[in-house]
Nanobody, 120 residues
Framework: QVQLVESGGGLVQDGGSLRLSCVASGRTFSNYYMGWFRQAPGKEREFVATISRSPGYKKYADSVKGRFTISRDNAKNTVYLQMNRVIPEDTAVYYC?????????????WGKGTLVTVSS
């Protein structure tokens, strides 16, 4: 089992920045692909970004490309999501996930989420 705990959510103004963190425990962190997903009120959960086990490959949703950056520190068992130039449409609960590939369908472990609210 892998336990994931997100932090860093909160209220941010339109155009501002926020950094989310997710700390993993329970298994060897560097064995897992990591990802961030989000769910806005009344909508389905959607992919945001994923990162390979050695952080050489990253993938982003078109809606966040150029604004968000995913990174990981395997020594700290932590994955980050740097959110810049946020917009109201970024308001959602953000979830951290761990899995066996970059594909959302292979994300086996999920955190409980952290709420990000962007005010206009």
């Amino acid at each position: 089992q892998v336990q994931l705990v997100e932090s860093g959510g909160g209220l941010v103004q339109d155009g501002g920045s926020l950094r989310l963190s997710c700390v993993a425990s329970g298994r060897t962190f560097s064995n897992y692909y990591m990802g961030w997903f989000r769910q806005a009120p009344g909508k389905e959960r959607e992919f945001v970004a994923t990162i390979s086990r050695s952080p050489g490959y990253k993938k982003y949703a078109d809606s966040v490309k150029g604004r968000f950056t995913i990174s990981r520190d395997n020594a700290k068992n932590t994955v980050y999501l740097q959110m810049n130039r946020v917009i109201p449409e970024d308001t959602a609960v953000y979830y951290c996930a761990a899995g066996s590939s970059l594909s959302a369908s292979d994300m086996n472990y999920w955190g409980k989420g952290t709420l990000v609210t962007v005010s206009s």
